[in-house]
C-alpha cells in the first residue's frame, strides 16, 4: 500500500508560510482508479517549479512518519522505466450535471473536473511525465497520442461509449491502455475485450501499486484488484495543478468514502464499502489550501458519499473548516451530498451554513413508504418527508431533491405522487431519475436471480435510461409517467411560483441576521479589476435570465412579482432565488429533450 504522508509545498508565487501551517496532502473523492486536465508535466518537472522540491499530491511508499518535512515518494527503479502518461477522460454523454447554459454564461466549459485521474495523477511515479485531457474542456488531439506510451482512462457508467473508443483507438496506435473507474470496476470483461490491457477494480490509494507491478512484469488482460478497503489516510493531494480551473464551474474534493446505509439500487456499498472512511481533518485543509493558492475562488463540492456518514467527524471538519474560510475572507462556499437524516440534526444544519455550505444533495427518491423500505431507503421513512425537508430550508440549507420513476413496489401515478410531495415542501431544485440497475448492486444481483436483467446494450446518459431490466408494471407506463412528471416540474409557471414560496420559506443568511460576515465568493482570485468583470458577468446573466422568462417562456409578470416579493421580505436569499432559476431554465431544456427521446422509443416499441 501507499503510506506515510506527503508534503504540500507552496508555489513560488506565494510567500512561504511557517512550517506549522504546511499541509499534509489529502485524498479526494472518486479515486475509483482512473478519472483529468489538459497539461503536460511530469512529477520532477513540478517540483521544481516549488519550493522545497517536493511535489504535492505524490504517494509515498515508505512507513509512515511524522514531520512534514520527512517526505518520501515513488521511486522509479530498473524495472519500472519513466512514462509520458495520457489520462483521458472520455466527453460525458447528455446529463444533468453538464448544465451546458449555467456553464456558457459563466465563461466554463465544463461544470466539474474529473475527480478520480487527478488523484491517481498524484500516486504515478514522481519522474513520469503526465498529461491530462478531459475530453469535456477539449478534444484529443493527434499530438497527445504521439507523445503519449501509456493512456490511462476512466469513466462512469454514463462514460461507457466514449471510453470503449479510447480504448480501441489506444491499441489500434500500438499504446498500452489501463482503464478504471466505476463503468470498468462493475463490467470489467467488456472493457477488456475491446482491447484494454488492463482493468483496474477499486481505489487507486491500493491499486495504484499493483497496476505499477502489472505494467511492469508485462501482464495483460487481468483485472486488477486489491481484497481490502484503502485508509484515506494513505492518498495524496490531487494534482489539481494539472487542471484548467478556469474552465470549471465548481471543484470537486472528498473527505470520506463509503455509507453507512444499504440502499438495494445504489453501488456505493459494493465498491466503497459501508464502514465511513475518512481523511484527517488537516489533510481536507491541505487540498483547500492548494486551491487557494492556485487562485480557485468560488464552489468547491465535497463529493463525499454521504457527507454525514459519520457524524462525530463531520462536526469536527466543520468546526475546524469554519475558521479557515472566515480567515481568508470566505473564499470557498460549499455543497455536498447527505441523507435525509441531516434533517434532525440542527447543530449540523448550522455548523455547515456556518461554514459556508448553501446546498445539499438527498436522495428522496419516492414518497411511498412501501417503495422505500423494500429499496432498504429505511433513513427515509422515520419522519414526515414534507417536515424533514422543511426543518433543512429553514434553518438555512438548500436542498436539491433526487427522485426515481420505476422502482419495484411502486403504483401507478407515483409521477403524480412526486410532484405533490416536490409542491408540498416547494422544492424547486429537483432531479427526476428513471430506476436504473447499476452493476454491482443488491438490485442487479436480485434482478439477475429473477431472470429480469436485461444486457446493457447501450450507452447510459442519464438524461433517459434505457430500461435495463424488466419493470414490475408495465414499461409504457413507467415512461410516460416519466416524460409527465418532468414536464410538470418544470412547467413555468408552477416552477416560478414553487421557487418563490422556497425562498421565502428559507431563513435569511447569517449576514443579514447580523450573526456574522458571509462573503459572496466567485470562482476566480479576487482582485478590484476582476471583481468589476465579474459584476458585469452577473448582470449580463441576469439580462439573459429576464430576456428568457420575459419573452421566451411568457412569464416576464410572474418572474418580476416574484423577484420583488422576495428582495421586500428574504432579500439575503434574492441571489439564491436568480440562481435557482437558471437552474429551471436548464431543466426546461431537458424536459423537452426527455419527451421527445420517450415518445421516440414508445414508438419504435
Not at 10 to 22: G, L, N, Q, T
Not at 550 to 578: A, C, D, M, Y
Request: with cysteine.
Amino acid at each position: 500500500m501507499w503510506l506515510g504522508e506527503v508534503v504540500l509545498e507552496e508555489s513560488v508565487s506565494v510567500p512561504r508560510p511557517p512550517s506549522s501551517e504546511r499541509p499534509f496532502s489529502t485524498p479526494c473523492r472518486c479515486a475509483m482508479v482512473l478519472s483529468g486536465r489538459c497539461s503536460s508535466v511530469s512529477g520532477s518537472s513540478w517540483r521544481q517549479q516549488h519550493e522545497g522540491g517536493s511535489p504535492p499530491g505524490v504517494g509515498v511508499i515508505k512507513k509512515p512518519h511524522s514531520t512534514f518535512e520527512d517526505t518520501f515518494y515513488p521511486k522509479r527503479g530498473p524495472d519500472m522505466p519513466a512514462r509520458r502518461v495520457l489520462l483521458v477522460h472520455p466527453a460525458s454523454e447528455p446529463n444533468f450535471w453538464q448544465l451546458p447554459l449555467i456553464c456558457r454564461t459563466h465563461g466554463c466549459k465544463a461544470a466539474f473536473p474529473p475527480l478520480g485521474l487527478i488523484t491517481l495523477a498524484a500516486l504515478l511515479p514522481e519522474d513520469w511525465e503526465l498529461r491530462l485531457v478531459d475530453q469535456d474542456v477539449r478534444p484529443l488531439q493527434e499530438a497527445d497520442w504521439q507523445w503519449a506510451d501509456l493512456v490511462l482512462v476512466s469513466g462512469m457508467l454514463s462514460h461507457r461509449a466514449g471510453l470503449l473508443a479510447l480504448v480501441r483507438e489506444a491499441k489500434a496506435r500500438g499504446r498500452t491502455v489501463v482503464a478504471g473507474g466505476f463503468y470498468p470496476s462493475g463490467l470489467p470483461q467488456e472493457v477488456l475485450d475491446a482491447g484494454a490491457d488492463l482493468v483496474v477494480r477499486g481505489e487507486a490509494e491500493n491499486t495504484v501499486p499493483l497496476m505499477l507491478g502489472a505494467l511492469a512484469g508485462g501482464r495483460r488482460g487481468q483485472v486488477i484488484e486489491h481484497p481490502e478497503k484503502p485508509a484515506l489516510t494513505s492518498s495524496a493531494v490531487p494534482r489539481f495543478d494539472l487542471l484548467e480551473l478556469s474552465a470549471y464551474k465548481s471543484v470537486a474534493l472528498q473527505t470520506s468514502r463509503g455509507c453507512p446505509h444499504d440502499c438495494e439500487f445504489c453501488d456505493v456499498t459494493s465498491l466503497l464499502g459501508r464502514r465511513v472512511r475518512t481523511k484527517e481533518v488537516h489533510q481536507v485543509l491541505a487540498e483547500l489550501q492548494f486551491l487557494y493558492r492556485l487562485g480557485w475562488r468560488g464552489s468547491i463540492f465535497f463529493a463525499d458519499d454521504n457527507f454525514i456518514g459519520d457524524r462525530a467527524y463531520a462536526r469536527e471538519l466543520l468546526e475546524e473548516l469554519i475558521p479557515w474560510n472566515r480567515s481568508r475572507g470566505e473564499p470557498f462556499s460549499f455543497w455536498s451530498q447527505a441523507s435525509l437524516e441531516l434533517a434532525r440534526h440542527p447543530d449540523l444544519i448550522d455548523l455547515m451554513t456556518a461554514a459556508n455550505f448553501d446546498t445539499v444533495f438527498v436522495g428522496i427518491e419516492s414518497p411511498d413508504v412501501e417503495v422505500l423500505t423494500r429499496a432498504g431507503k429505511h433513513q427515509n421513512v422515520r419522519h414526515p418527508l414534507v417536515d424533514s425537508l422543511n426543518n433543512i430550508t429553514k434553518n438555512g440549507l438548500g436542498v436539491m431533491g433526487s427522485f426515481i420513476v420505476g422502482m419495484d413496489g411502486e403504483e401507478a401515478g407515483a409521477g403524480a405522487r412526486i410532484t405533490a410531495l416536490v409542491e408540498a415542501a416547494a422544492l424547486p431544485l429537483v432531479m427526476p431519475n428513471l430506476m436504473v440497475a447499476l452493476p454491482r448492486t443488491r438490485l442487479w444481483d436480485r434482478l439477475q436471480r429473477e431472470g429480469r436483467l436485461a444486457p446493457v446494450t447501450r450507452t447510459m446518459d442519464a438524461l433517459f435510461y434505457w430500461p435495463t431490466f424488466s419493470p414490475a408494471r408495465p414499461e409504457r407506463e413507467i415512461l410516460e409517467e416519466y416524460a409527465q412528471l418532468w414536464e410538470d416540474l418544470f412547467e413555468p409557471s408552477r416552477f416560478l411560483a414553487r421557487a418563490g414560496r422556497y425562498f421565502l420559506l428559507m431563513r435569511p443568511t447569517r449576514a443579514a441576521l447580523g450573526q456574522e460576515a458571509q462573503t459572496a465568493v466567485n470562482s476566480r482570485p479576487s482582485a478590484t479589476r476582476f471583481d468589476w468583470r465579474r459584476r458585469l458577468n452577473e448582470l449580463r446573466c441576469l439580462g439573459l435570465l429576464i430576456w428568457r422568462w420575459t419573452w421566451q417562456r411568457r412569464q416576464g409578470r410572474q418572474f418580476f412579482r416574484q423577484l420583488r416579493e422576495i428582495r421586500r421580505k428574504n432579500p439575503s436569499r434574492l441571489h439564491k432565488f436568480v440562481a435557482a432559476c437558471f437552474f429551471g431554465e436548464e431543466m426546461m431544456g431537458v424536459s423537452e429533450v426527455i419527451r421527445r427521446r420517450v415518445r421516440e422509443y414508445l414508438d419504435r416499441s
